[in-house]
Nanobody, 115 residues
Framework: QVQLVESGGGLVQPGGSLNLSCVVSGAVFRLLAMGWYRQAPGKERELVASINYVRATNYADSVKGRFTISRDNTKKTLYLQMNSLKPEDTAVYYC?????????WGQGTQVTVSS
């Protein structure tokens, strides 16, 4: 049974940083291309960063230069380092593999950027 558990969100002031984690169980993590998604209130879920099994990365224009996605295959964990956070980064952040989801979406982790 595949499970994805996100953590690391919180309340941070504009310009601050957070590091999100996503632990994946029940799947061959090292072979999966993975992504971080976010959903703000009233908006559709969007992909913000992705990383494939050879660690090639891609970012949405809105987060380029501020966010860094990485992975630790031995720990089956995906990370998202978020710097220079802006109020428009406020959303629930989720991780999921690219393409057809291997399991259900997790609960996500709330990121709130506010002074």
């Amino acid at each position: 049974q595949v499970q994805l558990v996100e953590s690391g969100g919180g309340l941070v002031q504009p310009g601050g940083s957070l590091n999100l984690s996503c632990v994946v169980s029940g799947a061959v993590f090292r072979l999966l291309a993975m992504g971080w998604y976010r959903q703000a209130p009233g908006k559709e879920r969007e992909l913000v960063a992705s990383i494939n099994y050879v660690r090639a990365t891609n970012y949405a224009d809105s987060v380029k230069g501020r966010f860094t996605i990485s992975r630790d295959n031995t720990k089956k964990t995906l990370y998202l380092q978020m710097n220079s956070l802006k109020p428009e980064d406020t959303a629930v952040y989720y991780c999921m593999n690219s393409g057809q989801p291997v399991g259900p979406w997790g609960q996500g982790t709330q990121v709130t950027v506010s002074s």
